[in-house]
């Protein structure tokens, strides 16, 4: 049995914040960010507008392009790093407010790898039999835990939210495979230090904006290019296909650099890969379903496509899903 993605919908919160604006900001340029990251604006979400928010449009697009209703779900899995609250999971405030009443909820973190992570418990549960119907969500508000201070990570983030419907294929389309690998020792490359059971929320922390994403951006970016060129040469290998079989490669969306270097490695043109960073930065969970979505709209993919999906985040995770269209 193999599991296929039905639908897919994305949301992205109305503000642009452009590279200009944070000049006004941080001691910055459009050109370097333009030239360092390829990012030129962003998308920030009001106050009010909640990560279950920005999940709930996304789910109920890709919840219509499937042809399915709220009712119809078993399970809402919701990846992200910035859900609503600690405490309930942001997937159960998506379940009430898609009054998806059988569906069982809960979140899953894998930082920027998470939607990647979560189409591997998506397709477990449709192969296994377990579940018939998976709402998967990438929904994130990193502006929450940006540093509007920090120059070197305040450009590179955004808010949005991008969702796919995972059923049963009755044919050899759906997911071929889905890889997912973890290194623990370096946590420290990416991380947001307070907030959890080491360092719990105080005056201190808040004061010291140990609340805030914390990045080392040249060690991340050295190790993510290696690993993810790695990861795609491994999953073509285990498929018996070469890269020139894969019409369309959909990668997280963190900066444009690695993107090419990963093409390069694969020697695709960049016209086979989806680049959408430029609009919206990087949005950690909710950027490979965002591309993936604005690709399935565009008419990028067609019936009997190898479309390959690769990630990288902290963690560290990364991960690679080769998908049959
Ligand atoms: N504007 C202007 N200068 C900046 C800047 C900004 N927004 N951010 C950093 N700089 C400066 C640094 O202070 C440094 O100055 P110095 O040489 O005087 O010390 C210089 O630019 C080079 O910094 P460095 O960090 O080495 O730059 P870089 O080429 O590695 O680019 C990133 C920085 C963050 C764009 C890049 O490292 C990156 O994209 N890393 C991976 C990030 C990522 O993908 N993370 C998410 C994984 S999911």
Same mark, same amino acid.
């Given at each position: 049995?193999?599991?296929?993605?039905? %639908?897919?919908?994305?949301?992205?919160?109305?503000?642009?914040?452009?590279?200009?604006?944070?000049?006004?900001?941080?001691?910055?340029?459009?050109?370097?960010?333009?030239?360092?990251? &390829?990012?030129?604006?962003?998308?920030?979400?009001?106050?009010?507008?909640?990560?279950?928010?920005?999940?709930?449009?996304?789910?109920?697009?890709?919840?219509?392009? *499937? %042809?399915?209703?709220?009712?119809?779900?078993?399970?809402?899995?919701?990846?992200?790093?910035?859900?609503?609250?600690?405490?309930?999971s942001t997937a159960c405030f998506v379940q009430a407010k898609l009054k998806a009443k059988k569906a069982a909820a809960f979140d899953i973190n894998a930082a920027c790898s998470g939607f990647t992570f979560g189409l591997s418990i998506a397709n477990a549960y449709i192969?296994?039999?377990?579940?018939?119907?998976?709402?998967?969500?990438?929904?994130?508000?990193?502006?929450?835990?940006?540093?509007?201070?920090?120059? *070197?990570?305040?450009?590179?983030?955004?808010? %949005?939210?991008?969702?796919?419907?995972?059923?049963?294929?009755?044919?050899?389309?759906?997911?071929?495979?889905?890889?997912?690998?973890?290194? &623990?020792?370096?946590?420290?490359?990416?991380?947001?230090?307070? %907030?959890?059971?080491?360092?719990?929320?105080?005056?201190?922390?808040?004061?010291?904006?140990?609340?805030?994403?914390?990045?080392?951006?040249?060690?991340?970016?050295?190790?993510?290019?290696?690993?993810?060129?790695?990861?795609?040469?491994?999953?073509?290998?285990?498929?018996?296909?070469?890269?020139?079989?894969?019409?369309?490669?959909?990668?997280?969306?963190?900066?444009?650099?690695?993107?090419?270097?990963?093409?390069?490695?694969?020697?695709?043109?960049?016209?086979?890969?989806?680049?959408?960073?430029?609009?919206?930065?990087?949005?950690?969970?909710?950027?490979?379903?965002?591309?993936?979505?604005?690709?399935?709209?565009? &008419?990028?993919?067609?019936?009997?496509?190898?479309?390959?999906?690769?990630?990288?985040?902290?963690?560290?995770?990364?991960?690679?899903?080769?998908?049959?269209?």
């Open positions: 049995m193999r599991a296929k993605i039905t %639908g897919t919908g994305s949301y992205l919160p109305p503000h642009v914040l452009t590279n200009h604006d944070i000049e006004q900001m941080v001691d910055t340029t459009d050109e370097w960010i333009v030239e360092r990251t &390829g990012i030129k604006e962003r998308r920030v979400a009001d106050p009010h507008t909640y990560t279950s928010d920005l999940a709930v449009e996304a789910g109920k697009r890709a919840l219509k392009a *499937a %042809g399915l209703k709220p009712k119809d779900i078993d399970i809402i899995i919701v990846a992200t790093v910035t859900g609503d609250m600690p405490l309930p192969c296994s039999g377990m579940a018939k119907r998976v709402l998967l969500i990438g929904s994130e508000e990193l502006s929450r835990i940006t540093d509007w201070e920090d120059r *070197a990570t305040c450009v590179l983030l955004g808010d %949005g939210a991008g969702a796919v419907v995972v059923e049963a294929s009755d044919d050899d389309t759906g997911i071929w495979s889905v890889d997912i690998f973890s290194d &623990g020792t370096i946590w420290d490359l990416l991380n947001v230090p307070a %907030g959890g059971s080491a360092n719990p929320a105080s005056e201190e922390t808040v004061k010291s904006g140990q609340h805030y994403l914390k990045m080392k951006g040249n060690e991340t970016f050295k190790i993510a290019v290696r690993t993810l060129e790695q990861v795609v040469v491994d999953t073509l290998k285990k498929n018996n296909l070469q890269s020139s079989q894969i019409a369309l490669l959909v990668p997280h969306q963190a900066n444009k650099r690695i993107i090419e270097a990963t093409a390069k490695r694969l020697n695709m043109s960049m016209d086979r890969v989806v680049l959408n960073l430029h609009k919206y930065g990087n949005t950690s969970a909710a950027s490979i379903p965002i591309a993936l979505d604005e690709a399935v709209k565009q &008419g990028r993919i067609r019936k009997g496509d190898f479309i390959m999906l690769e990630s990288f985040g902290g963690g560290l995770t990364w991960a690679s899903a080769l998908i049959k269209w």
